[in-house]
């Protein structure tokens, strides 16, 4: 009963915080000329990702490095399958030029990057320090470019009581912003320490535990303001979270568990071959389908979450089954394969086909 109730409250702080994290950001990005994009790439992302941060650096620091790089790994994988699907689901997401041509590209070769420095077994305090330096300049890169373009369009609002009651509101929406961190920070902790104890009592590795219950649970910020954002129709904030939230995890969590780790993050033979490959490739698989028409359709979402629901399965039984893991593993692989295939066929022509309807209206309009 007590973790049922540390659990249903959670979610009722989850929802709010949410709810406060989105308005105030909207609001913060009119205020500061930024665009919505941006901000859900950058101050949302980076927020709603705080948890990964706490949690991995606290790992490492006490020698369970297992959790930190599983709790890297599995929100990333989390943050696409579960969390962008989630929010396709509620409304079709559309995905803006930046993000296919810029910030997808650099979630991709980070992913890859990772990877690469994980193939010796360990990660370094060089390589981290590299991970953090490029996250620096991907957010002086994005802010710069955004002010610059906003700030071609004129302000019109500039006399002293306008700015008085400006000023007033920017007030609000920062503690807004600040209440919803706080209020989804706490609401993530009752369900991940609730969820641990449980997976715990089940004799559940750390590793499957940091990939699977850390993981969901520290990601549920992410996962509850893109769902709020979708349907509020912030879907630049929606997708921004995401793939900012994935940048920030591997740059900032990553980067700083492996310059503050005293040895590194050491990264274990099932992570090397299995986790991080399922994380460059749910990377991946998201260029094709942002690329195809612009946008992620719910029967994309469906696609996401489909995965979502065999990764799990795989954890599951690679934990409490060792025996049957490849097994299920190439079963889930004959799965995979084809379903993508004919999912990314059928966008491609469903893309083609608005395109050319698309045209006829305008040539019928001329």
């Known amino acids: 009963m007590l973790v049922a109730g540390q659990i249903l409250l959670g979610l009722v702080l989850l929802v709010l915080g949410g709810e406060l994290l989105v308005r105030g950001a909207c609001a913060l990005a009119t205020a500061f000329r930024i665009s919505p994009l941006v901000i859900g790439l950058t101050v949302v992302a980076f927020g709603t990702s705080a948890p990964e941060l706490g949690v991995s650096l606290q790992a490492a620091l006490t020698g369970n490095a297992d959790v930190a790089i599983g709790n890297v790994v599995g929100s ?10 989630a929010s396709a689901m509620i409304a079709p997401l559309l995905v803006s030029r930046q993000l296919i041509r810029i910030d997808v590209p650099l979630m991709i070769l980070s992913a890859i990057g990772m990877w690469v420095a994980a193939l010796d077994g360990v990660i370094s305090r060089v390589e981290g320090a590299i991970m953090f330096a490029s996250l620096v300049g991907y957010l ?10 906003n700030d071609a369009v004129p302000n019109e609002s500039s006399d002293a009581s306008s700015q008085g009651t400006a000023g007033l509101r920017m007030i609000i929406h920062i503690v807004f912003f600040i209440a919803g961190l706080a209020l989804l920070s706490v609401g993530s902790r009752f369900l991940v320490d609730g969820a641990i104890a449980v997976a715990s009592s089940l004799g559940v590795s750390q590793l ?6 850390v993981a969901i649970g520290t990601s549920l910020p992410e996962v509850v303001t893109s769902m709020v954002a979708s349907y509020r129709g912030q879907r630049d904030i929606a997708v921004g979270n995401v793939v900012g939230s994935n940048l920030f995890n591997i740059c900032c969590v990553c980067g700083l568990t492996g310059i503050f780790a005293p040895d590194g993050i050491p990264i274990e033979q099932q992570a090397l071959h299995v986790e991080l490959p399922i994380m460059v490739a749910v990377s991946v698989i998201c260029f094709p389908i942002f690329w195809v028409g612009g946008a992620i359709k719910r029967f994309e979402g469906a696609l996401f979450l489909t995965y979502f629901v065999l990764f799990t399965v795989f954890l599951v039984v690679s934990s409490t089954r060792p025996e049957q893991e490849t097994q299920v593993g190439r079963y889930i692989l004959m799965l995979v394969v084809p379903l993508t295939i004919i999912v990314l066929a059928f966008s491609f022509w469903d893309g083609k086909r608005k395109a050319a309807e698309r045209q006829g209206t305008q040539d019928n309009e001329i």
Do not use: D, Q
């Open 76 to 85: 990333n994988i989390v943050n696409i399958l579960l969390v962008l699907g």
């Open 140 to 149: 002086a890169y994005s802010i710069r470019a955004s002010r610059r373009e």
């Open 208 to 213: 499957v535990i940091g990939l699977t219950v």
